[in-house]
């Protein structure tokens, strides 16, 4: 038996491997590590060619190590109990399902040149969704900061320290279970405010039928009804866990601070609303979110015009 060391010393079998060969244009890094939650996100790292990526899959803890190799390739290896679960799961995460055939930019020189740019680009999917809704309810009404800080904090506090000879230790985040039995006081440690708190917990107390049925939906629109039926999730929520859970080249997340700026600056010079970013968008119906994410990618930036919001820090209240 082959064993491996971990970052934290222990002692790891032999994974299972298998290599992902994508029938097109692959930039790894820029499509798998998008699913990060801020730089210290402690469920996944890249580290160097290689990117680490901890979860909870439904047969378990898992941590799968990608490295693409000259011919385009991945190699994946995996370790824990849910090891055969997230391999299976590396093509859709790799944007296997995608399809930017159905994108056509030709009509705006900006989306066009970057989409040229970008063939490496695909829309990856976790499968999970429940992890992907708690993190979308977590940056509710917050700077990205302190979003990232609450992640942080409840996923190593309340997660579990992932399998593999990972470079330093990751976490995958806590069991649907484990989300509704975070005691009060660690909401309040880790920054999150009672609203976004008392949301994880109603959407956990419903965790295993939500899950469920937002898998059974079979579009954008029957997902957001599936998971808005939680109280405190809204659209903006939906459909960001749509965008990181299911991949969907269309989900446009309505209400975002930040949003219809970027794309109103981006398309025509000037910020528009939502409902103006949404009449922008509208040239590329079922592809909006492969829009917004080539936008994002362009450089295209207004000049900032203030100071950066500052965030309060509530946790000494």
């Not at 800080?149 to 279970?177: F, K, M, N, Q, S």
């Amino acid at each position: 038996m082959t064993l491996s060391l971990s970052a934290t010393g222990r002692v790891f079998d032999r994974p299972i491997e298998t290599v992902y060969r994508p029938a097109h244009p692959l930039n790894l890094a820029q499509v798998v590590m998008f699913q990060r939650r801020g730089g210290g996100d402690p469920t996944i790292l890249q580290d160097g060619p290689v990117i680490w990526r901890a979860s909870r899959t439904p047969e378990g803890t898992a941590t799968v190590a990608l490295r693409q190799d000259s011919s385009g390739a991945v190699r994946a290896a995996a370790w824990g109990d849910g090891a055969g679960w997230a391999l299976a799961q590396v093509p859709d995460l790799c944007g296997a399902s995608d399809d930017p055939d159905a994108f056509d930019p030709r009509d705006h020189p900006l989306l066009r040149d970057t989409h040229r740019r970008s063939i490496g680009l695909r829309l990856g999917r976790t499968d999970l969704v429940f992890d992907a809704l708690a993190g979308a309810i977590i940056e509710q009404k917050v700077t990205g900061m302190q979003a990232f800080a609450a992640w942080r904090r409840l996923v190593r506090w309340h997660g579990e320290l992932a399998p593999g000879p990972t470079p330093v230790p990751l976490y995958a985040p806590p069991r649907i279970e484990g989300w509704r039995s975070i005691p009060s006081w660690s909401w309040h440690r880790a920054g999150l405010e009672p609203p976004q708190a008392r949301t994880i917990v109603g959407a956990a107390r419903v965790g295993g039928s939500l899950v469920a049925a937002a898998e059974r939906a079979g579009d954008g629109p029957d997902r957001d009804r599936v998971l808005t039926s939680v109280r405190g999730v809204g659209l903006w929520t939906a459909a960001e866990t749509r965008i990181r859970a299911f991949g969907d080249p269309d989900a446009v997340s309505v209400g975002d601070y930040h949003l219809a700026h970027e794309v109103g600056y981006a398309l025509t010079g000037h910020r528009v609303d939502d409902n103006g970013m949404l009449e922008l968008l509208e040239p590329w119906a079922g592809q909006r979110q492969r829009a917004i994410r080539l936008i994002r990618m362009s450089g295209a930036r207004e000049e900032r015009r203030g100071p950066r919001l500052h965030p309060e820090d509530h946790r000494a209240r």
